[in-house]
């Protein structure tokens, strides 16, 4: 069987269940086999089957836990369109997707038995047009919106299984593995990076209670013996100090993902979790969302790493007029490879922006050193004071290596002479009483005077995204 051949749907499913043993790991030690999930699958696929034709779209709140499992897959078989919502953490998404799809039938717990099954008598058949769009969509994610409004991306049935194979293979999941997903199934990185990843290399998987705090991931993972969490290098860096009341002895595998790792970050998870294996993962929505992954060695290389392209995947980096740069210098971060999403929905003009032969335009500036793929941050949030191109990631990371500074977010702001000025918020704990002992850190501690921001604002909070990334578009600029 051919590559193309393995990354259908159909496929997918079939191959997963061919695996023995728990799928979905529940409380007080209640699991779904690999069995029991085939045949929720089967069995929700024909009551879907009945009642929804063809070109319809599924909305399933991802506040239904694991049975959103079941019903995805079960839609994805009769190659529906599936929108994941979440009505608990984001409303907003719920309903500019109702109001973009009011024909769509909607899973909830209005519909859906807790035993996994859909309650079929609970809607009609539904009649939806044909929209040429989404032929092979599989899913319809929203992107987070760090530097511009949210968009829907398309995501195809083979971008879907290839990404979730890669990823599987890159990882080394093995039939033992426990995973826990912390973040809501709605974003990629743990719909595709985890979720259906670790059911193609026949893992348990687990989905903390959207209720509960991250703290209480912890608590999971001490009592479930989970062997693999993933989460953003802040979130690992949050958990960090409280290790040390869990018995987290079964844990071997930290997948950091979804903002760039800094060396700050990395010192205060590898100090709370030691003797882990750290994988730094680079990734976005439009690539389904991984496009490497790295196995973090200590003093190795930059925290900035990412690794080599998954398989499949390919990399290039060119200059301001689309021409590849030799190795080690740095350009514009672009993806090709069978992860590539097909598009935005109803915005062709951000698809063409973002889509060119082929490429993924990541919106990332980079180099590659030695077959490896080196982050150096957004190039549409690059600021140029006196002539130095300089990135915020660079100006944050610096900051954030000031003692008691908690979290750092620098952008830039016309300036008359020099062309920007640049401000830096920060929060703090009770290591730093002002912004001059931000300014007296950078002086002593040798950084590039490139780095040191004109000005410095202690705040108690910093703009995030939905996602809890940093959210550049939420400044003004002027």
């Not at 009769?78 to 309903?95: E, F, G, M, S, W």
């Not at 700050?264 to 496009?291: C, D, K, M, Q």
């Not at 990412?306 to 390919?314: A, S």
């Not at 040798?446 to 995030?464: A, Q, Y």
Request: with cysteine; net charge negative; charged share 20%.
């Amino acid at each position: 069987m051919s590559e193309l051949e393995q990354w259908t749907i159909e496929t997918y499913i079939r191959d997963i269940g061919k695996h023995e043993g728990a799928a979905i790991l529940l409380d007080n030690d209640i699991h779904i086999t690999y069995q029991q999930l085939n045949h929720l699958i089967d069995h929700n696929a024909a009551l879907l089957h009945a009642h929804v034709p063809e070109s319809s779209v599924i909305t399933i709140d991802v506040a239904l836990s694991w049975r959103f499992i079941p019903l995805m897959l079960a839609a994805l078989k009769l190659h529906r369109t599936v929108i994941p919502t979440d009505d608990i953490h984001d409303q907003r998404l719920t309903q500019s997707v109702s109001a973009a799809f009011p024909n769509a039938l909607r899973l909830d717990e209005s519909n859906v038995h807790a035993s996994g099954y859909v309650d079929a008598a609970s809607f009609s058949r539904l009649t939806s047009p044909s929209d040429p769009q989404l032929a092979d969509v599989a899913l319809l994610l929203q992107t987070s919106g760090t530097s511009g409004y949210p968009k829907l991306v398309m995501l195809t049935h083979k971008n879907l299984v290839s990404s979730s194979i890669g990823i599987a293979d890159s990882l080394h999941l093995l039939p033992h593995d426990r995973i826990l997903i912390q973040r809501p199934l709605t974003y990629c990185s743990a719909l595709t990076g985890e979720l259906l990843a670790g059911l193609a290399a026949g893992c348990s998987v687990m989905i903390k209670p959207p209720s509960r705090s991250p703290l209480f991931s912890l608590s999971l993972v001490e009592k479930y013996r989970i062997t693999t969490i993933g989460a953003s290098p802040t979130l690992f860096a949050m958990l960090a100090p409280h290790v040390s009341k869990h018995d987290l002895s079964s844990l071997h595998t930290l997948l950091i993902s979804g903002e760039r790792l800094t060396e700050p970050l990395l010192h205060t998870i590898r100090s709370g979790f030691p003797n882990r294996s750290l994988w730094n993962a680079y990734g976005l929505t439009e690539a389904s969302p991984r496009v490497s992954c790295l196995l973090i060695e200590p003093d190795e290389l930059p925290s900035a790493c990412v690794g080599k392209p998954l398989r499949h995947v390919r990399v290039a980096v060119v200059d301001d007029i689309g021409k590849p740069v030799p190795e080690g210098e740095s350009g514009h971060l672009l993806v090709s490879g069978p992860n590539v999403m097909k598009g935005y929905y109803s915005d062709p003009e951000q698809t063409r922006s973002k889509l060119h032969s082929g490429w993924l335009i990541t919106g990332d500036r980079g180099h590659i050193r030695q077959g490896m793929i080196v982050i150096e941050g957004r190039a549409d949030h690059m600021i140029n004071r006196a002539g130095n191109n300089i990135y915020p990631e660079e100006i944050e990371s610096a900051v954030a290596e000031c003692p008691g500074v908690c979290e750092a977010f620098a952008f830039g702001k016309p300036h008359p002479r020099r062309g920007a000025e640049i401000h830096v918020w920060i929060t703090r704990d009770d290591g730093v009483q002002t912004a001059n002992d931000v300014h007296q850190h950078l002086l002593q501690s040798g950084v590039s005077p490139k780095l040191w921001p004109d000005v410095i604002v202690v705040r108690t909070d910093l703009p995030k995204t939905a996602s809890g990334k940093l959210s550049r578009s939420a400044i003004s600029y002027s």
